[in-house]
């Protein structure tokens, strides 16, 4: 079974500030997905990467498959990126998604 | 295009009753999967379903099934429900078949409160 941690747990910056958030997991993976949750539950996937480096807008995600462990930066962070960020991995062979427990970012304006 | 959604939005029901949460994939995803989110963690695998066939079974008691219609659309049903089952139950879709994985794409969630 795959152990997914994440940290910080919470984390409060100031407005433009550069974000990383962590994900390491335990046991060899197929996939490796970070999602946004906001308050009222929605979750957006961001990224789903299984190797290397991916950018969206201000959004970065990398991945070091030998040391099972995964980054989420977000670059001049604002109030709106406020939400929860999971990691999610999926192990070879499995059909199912094993979640870490989030990590609550708040912007401060 | 619509989203994956899922139906009600909340739902409250008291303890030993039974519930069925509705979920409507985006137009030609064929796989979907079912979560249980407890406040304050993580959500836990409960279900995947893919051509209609139960494909992954998270650790859930027999109380909890689903199942998948023709047009791929899914119900999770529960059974003699608990206090412990109040949560949020998401629903994922994806393109998934049987030789590759693809990224999943999340509803709003149903929030059930159980009293």
């Known amino acids: 079974k795959n152990e997914v941690e994440q940290s910080p747990q919470n984390l409060t910056a100031q407005e433009g500030e550069f974000i990383t958030i962590n994900c390491s997991y335990s046991v060899g993976i197929s996939a490796l997905h970070w999602l946004q949750q906001h308050p009222g539950g929605g979750i957006v996937s961001l990224f789903m990467l299984s190797s290397g480096k991916k950018k969206h807008g201000r959004l970065i995600a990398t991945i070091n498959i030998q040391e099972k462990h995964s980054s989420l930066h977000i670059t001049a962070s604002h109030p709106r990126d406020s939400a929860v960020y999971i990691c999610?991995?999926?192990?070879?062979?499995?059909?199912?998604?094993?979640f870490g427990t989030g990590t609550r970012l708040t912007i401060i304006p | 295009d619509a989203g994956v959604t899922q139906s009600p939005t909340h739902l409250i029901k008291t303890r030993g009753q039974q519930v069925t949460l509705r979920c409507s994939p985006i137009?030609?995803?064929?796989?979907v999967s079912w979560y249980q989110q407890v406040l304050g963690q993580g959500p836990q695998f409960i279900f995947q379903y893919y051509e209609k066939e139960e494909r992954g079974r998270g650790n859930f008691p027999d109380r909890f099934s689903a199942r998948q219609f023709p047009n791929y659309s899914s119900e999770l049903n529960v059974n003699a429900l608990l206090l412990g089952d109040s949560a949020l139950y998401l629903c994922?879709?994806?393109?998934?078949?049987?030789?590759?994985?693809?990224?999943?794409?999340f509803g709003p969630g149903t929030r059930l409160t159980v009293l």
């Open positions: 137009s030609g995803h064929k796989s």
């Open positions: 999610a991995v999926r192990d070879f062979g499995n059909e199912k998604l094993t």
């Open positions: 994922a879709s994806s393109l998934e078949d049987a030789r590759s994985y693809n990224e999943q794409f």
